[in-house]
T-cell receptor
Framework: GIQVEQSPPDLILQEGANSTLRCNFSDSVNNLQWFHQNPWGQLINLFYIPSGTKQNGRLSATTVATERYSLLYISSSQTTDSGVYFCAVGYSSASKIIFGSGTRLSIRP | SAVISQKPSRDICQRGTSLTIQCQVDSQVTMMFWYRQQPGQSLTLIATANQGSEATYESGFVIDKFPISRPNLTFSTLTVSNMSPEDSSIYLC?????????????FGSGTRLTVV
Protein backbone atom coordinates (compact mmCIF):
# COMPACT_ATOMS: atom_id res chain seq x y z
CA GLY A 1 0.00 0.00 0.00
CA ILE A 2 0.86 3.64 -0.16
CA GLN A 3 3.42 5.05 2.29
CA VAL A 4 3.01 8.47 3.85
CA GLU A 5 5.96 10.02 5.64
CA GLN A 6 6.01 13.28 7.53
CA SER A 7 8.95 15.36 8.69
CA PRO A 8 10.17 16.51 11.05
CA PRO A 9 8.61 14.24 13.71
CA ASP A 10 8.99 16.92 16.36
CA LEU A 11 9.41 20.69 16.17
CA ILE A 12 9.85 23.16 19.02
CA LEU A 13 9.66 26.86 18.20
CA GLN A 14 9.33 30.20 19.90
CA GLU A 15 6.15 32.16 19.46
CA GLY A 16 6.35 34.29 16.32
CA ALA A 17 8.56 31.89 14.36
CA ASN A 18 7.68 30.38 11.00
CA SER A 19 7.67 26.67 10.21
CA THR A 20 7.43 24.29 7.29
CA LEU A 21 6.07 20.77 7.65
CA ARG A 22 6.53 18.20 4.92
CA CYS A 23 4.51 15.19 3.74
CA ASN A 24 5.93 12.70 1.22
CA PHE A 25 3.82 9.98 -0.35
CA SER A 26 4.91 6.98 -2.35
CA ASP A 27 2.24 6.83 -5.06
CA SER A 28 -0.24 8.99 -6.96
CA VAL A 29 -3.05 10.33 -4.81
CA ASN A 30 -6.48 11.72 -5.55
CA ASN A 31 -6.99 13.26 -2.13
CA LEU A 32 -4.67 14.98 0.33
CA GLN A 33 -5.66 16.72 3.50
CA TRP A 34 -3.84 18.42 6.35
CA PHE A 35 -5.27 18.12 9.88
CA HIS A 36 -4.40 19.67 13.20
CA GLN A 37 -5.03 17.58 16.30
CA ASN A 38 -5.29 19.85 19.30
CA PRO A 39 -4.19 18.84 22.81
CA TRP A 40 -7.73 17.65 23.55
CA GLY A 41 -7.60 15.18 20.66
CA GLN A 42 -9.96 16.94 18.29
CA LEU A 43 -8.99 16.68 14.62
CA ILE A 44 -9.48 19.88 12.66
CA ASN A 45 -9.47 19.84 8.88
CA LEU A 46 -7.04 22.53 7.69
CA PHE A 47 -6.81 22.02 3.94
CA TYR A 48 -8.06 19.74 1.22
CA ILE A 49 -5.23 20.08 -1.30
CA PRO A 50 -4.56 17.25 -3.77
CA SER A 51 -2.63 19.77 -5.89
CA GLY A 52 -1.81 23.46 -6.03
CA THR A 53 -1.60 26.05 -3.29
CA LYS A 54 -4.12 27.32 -0.75
CA GLN A 55 -3.93 29.90 2.00
CA ASN A 56 -6.04 30.47 5.08
CA GLY A 57 -4.78 33.27 7.31
CA ARG A 58 -1.37 32.40 8.74
CA LEU A 59 -1.50 28.91 7.24
CA SER A 60 -0.84 27.89 3.68
CA ALA A 61 -0.25 24.60 1.91
CA THR A 62 1.27 23.50 -1.36
CA THR A 63 1.05 20.09 -3.00
CA VAL A 64 3.26 19.11 -5.93
CA ALA A 65 1.49 15.96 -7.01
CA THR A 66 3.98 15.08 -9.76
CA GLU A 67 6.79 15.02 -7.19
CA ARG A 68 4.64 13.38 -4.51
CA TYR A 69 4.97 15.82 -1.66
CA SER A 70 3.02 18.48 0.18
CA LEU A 71 4.15 21.29 2.46
CA LEU A 72 2.28 23.07 5.23
CA TYR A 73 3.52 26.54 6.17
CA ILE A 74 2.71 28.20 9.48
CA SER A 75 3.73 31.82 9.84
CA SER A 76 3.97 33.92 13.01
CA SER A 77 3.33 30.87 15.23
CA GLN A 78 1.09 31.19 18.26
CA THR A 79 0.88 28.92 21.29
CA THR A 80 -2.53 27.78 20.08
CA ASP A 81 -0.82 26.27 17.03
CA SER A 82 0.67 23.58 19.27
CA GLY A 83 -0.45 20.02 18.66
CA VAL A 84 0.09 17.33 16.09
CA TYR A 85 -0.21 17.98 12.37
CA PHE A 86 -1.18 15.08 10.15
CA CYS A 87 -1.37 14.74 6.42
CA ALA A 88 -3.69 12.07 5.06
CA VAL A 89 -3.97 10.81 1.51
CA GLY A 90 -6.52 8.98 -0.56
CA TYR A 91 -5.65 6.86 -3.56
CA SER A 92 -7.21 4.50 -6.10
CA SER A 93 -11.00 4.31 -6.22
CA ALA A 94 -11.40 3.70 -2.49
CA SER A 95 -12.73 6.60 -0.46
CA LYS A 96 -10.65 5.87 2.61
CA ILE A 97 -7.71 8.05 3.61
CA ILE A 98 -4.41 6.94 5.11
CA PHE A 99 -2.60 9.03 7.70
CA GLY A 100 1.05 9.91 7.97
CA SER A 101 2.91 9.61 11.25
CA GLY A 102 2.44 13.27 12.14
CA THR A 103 4.58 16.22 13.22
CA ARG A 104 4.32 17.27 16.87
CA LEU A 105 4.63 21.05 17.05
CA SER A 106 5.28 22.84 20.33
CA ILE A 107 5.19 26.64 20.40
CA ARG A 108 6.89 28.21 23.43
CA PRO A 109 5.63 31.60 24.69
CA SER B 1 -19.71 20.37 6.22
CA ALA B 2 -21.10 17.42 8.17
CA VAL B 3 -21.25 17.49 11.96
CA ILE B 4 -20.64 14.25 13.85
CA SER B 5 -21.75 13.57 17.40
CA GLN B 6 -19.71 10.79 18.99
CA LYS B 7 -20.28 9.24 22.38
CA PRO B 8 -19.14 8.41 24.92
CA SER B 9 -16.31 10.94 24.97
CA ARG B 10 -14.34 8.79 27.38
CA ASP B 11 -14.69 5.65 29.42
CA ILE B 12 -12.73 3.44 31.79
CA CYS B 13 -13.57 -0.23 31.37
CA GLN B 14 -12.63 -3.51 32.98
CA ARG B 15 -10.72 -6.03 30.93
CA GLY B 16 -12.90 -8.70 29.39
CA THR B 17 -15.88 -6.40 28.94
CA SER B 18 -17.16 -4.67 25.77
CA LEU B 19 -17.86 -1.04 24.92
CA THR B 20 -20.06 0.27 22.13
CA ILE B 21 -19.24 3.66 20.62
CA GLN B 22 -21.89 5.60 18.70
CA CYS B 23 -21.60 8.16 15.92
CA GLN B 24 -24.49 10.22 14.64
CA VAL B 25 -24.10 12.41 11.54
CA ASP B 26 -26.33 15.39 10.79
CA SER B 27 -26.66 14.42 7.12
CA GLN B 28 -26.92 11.23 5.11
CA VAL B 29 -23.57 9.76 4.09
CA THR B 30 -22.72 6.68 2.09
CA MET B 31 -19.66 5.56 4.01
CA MET B 32 -18.50 5.97 7.58
CA PHE B 33 -14.98 5.18 8.70
CA TRP B 34 -13.69 4.02 12.07
CA TYR B 35 -10.13 4.78 13.20
CA ARG B 36 -8.00 3.87 16.21
CA GLN B 37 -5.29 6.11 17.60
CA GLN B 38 -3.03 4.37 20.09
CA PRO B 39 -1.17 6.56 22.61
CA GLY B 40 1.38 8.77 20.88
CA GLN B 41 0.64 7.23 17.49
CA SER B 42 -1.06 8.19 14.26
CA LEU B 43 -4.54 7.17 13.19
CA THR B 44 -5.08 3.68 11.80
CA LEU B 45 -8.16 2.78 9.82
CA ILE B 46 -10.13 -0.08 11.38
CA ALA B 47 -12.95 -0.48 8.89
CA THR B 48 -15.27 1.18 6.40
CA ALA B 49 -19.00 0.89 7.10
CA ASN B 50 -21.60 1.03 4.32
CA GLN B 51 -25.30 1.05 5.03
CA GLY B 52 -26.93 -2.28 4.34
CA SER B 53 -23.79 -4.34 4.00
CA GLU B 54 -21.05 -5.78 6.16
CA ALA B 55 -18.19 -3.50 7.06
CA THR B 56 -14.87 -3.85 5.24
CA TYR B 57 -12.03 -4.40 7.69
CA GLU B 58 -8.39 -3.43 7.22
CA SER B 59 -5.56 -5.86 7.70
CA GLY B 60 -5.08 -6.65 11.37
CA PHE B 61 -8.67 -5.95 12.40
CA VAL B 62 -11.42 -8.58 12.59
CA ILE B 63 -15.17 -8.45 12.95
CA ASP B 64 -15.23 -10.58 16.10
CA LYS B 65 -13.12 -8.02 17.93
CA PHE B 66 -14.59 -4.86 16.37
CA PRO B 67 -18.17 -5.53 15.23
CA ILE B 68 -19.73 -2.58 13.43
CA SER B 69 -23.34 -1.75 12.75
CA ARG B 70 -24.66 0.68 10.15
CA PRO B 71 -28.46 0.59 10.37
CA ASN B 72 -29.06 3.76 8.34
CA LEU B 73 -27.28 6.55 6.47
CA THR B 74 -26.73 8.76 9.52
CA PHE B 75 -25.67 6.37 12.28
CA SER B 76 -23.03 3.75 13.07
CA THR B 77 -21.67 1.92 16.08
CA LEU B 78 -18.31 0.31 16.78
CA THR B 79 -17.99 -2.24 19.56
CA VAL B 80 -14.66 -3.05 21.14
CA SER B 81 -15.11 -6.60 22.42
CA ASN B 82 -13.40 -8.60 25.14
CA MET B 83 -11.16 -5.67 25.94
CA SER B 84 -7.59 -5.82 27.16
CA PRO B 85 -5.27 -2.98 28.23
CA GLU B 86 -3.81 -3.00 24.69
CA ASP B 87 -7.16 -1.68 23.45
CA SER B 88 -6.64 1.56 25.37
CA SER B 89 -6.79 4.15 22.58
CA ILE B 90 -8.79 6.97 21.11
CA TYR B 91 -11.43 5.72 18.69
CA LEU B 92 -12.74 8.12 16.05
CA CYS B 93 -15.41 7.97 13.39
CA UNK B 94 -15.20 9.93 10.17
CA UNK B 95 -17.25 10.74 7.10
CA UNK B 96 -16.47 12.14 3.69
CA UNK B 97 -18.23 15.47 3.54
CA UNK B 98 -18.92 17.60 0.52
CA UNK B 99 -20.90 20.79 0.12
CA UNK B 100 -20.88 23.63 -2.33
CA UNK B 101 -17.79 25.26 -0.86
CA UNK B 102 -15.82 22.60 0.91
CA UNK B 103 -14.71 19.02 0.64
CA UNK B 104 -12.88 16.83 3.07
CA UNK B 105 -13.12 14.25 5.79
CA UNK B 106 -14.73 15.27 9.05
CA PHE B 107 -14.08 13.52 12.35
CA GLY B 108 -16.03 13.02 15.51
CA SER B 109 -14.53 14.28 18.75
CA GLY B 110 -13.27 10.81 19.62
CA THR B 111 -13.79 8.30 22.42
CA ARG B 112 -10.87 8.03 24.82
CA LEU B 113 -10.91 4.46 26.12
CA THR B 114 -8.85 3.20 29.04
CA VAL B 115 -8.94 -0.52 29.87
CA VAL B 116 -7.84 -1.53 33.35
Amino acid sequence: GIQVEQSPPDLILQEGANSTLRCNFSDSVNNLQWFHQNPWGQLINLFYIPSGTKQNGRLSATTVATERYSLLYISSSQTTDSGVYFCAVGYSSASKIIFGSGTRLSIRP
Amino acid sequence: SAVISQKPSRDICQRGTSLTIQCQVDSQVTMMFWYRQQPGQSLTLIATANQGSEATYESGFVIDKFPISRPNLTFSTLTVSNMSPEDSSIYLCSVEARDRHNYGYTFGSGTRLTVV
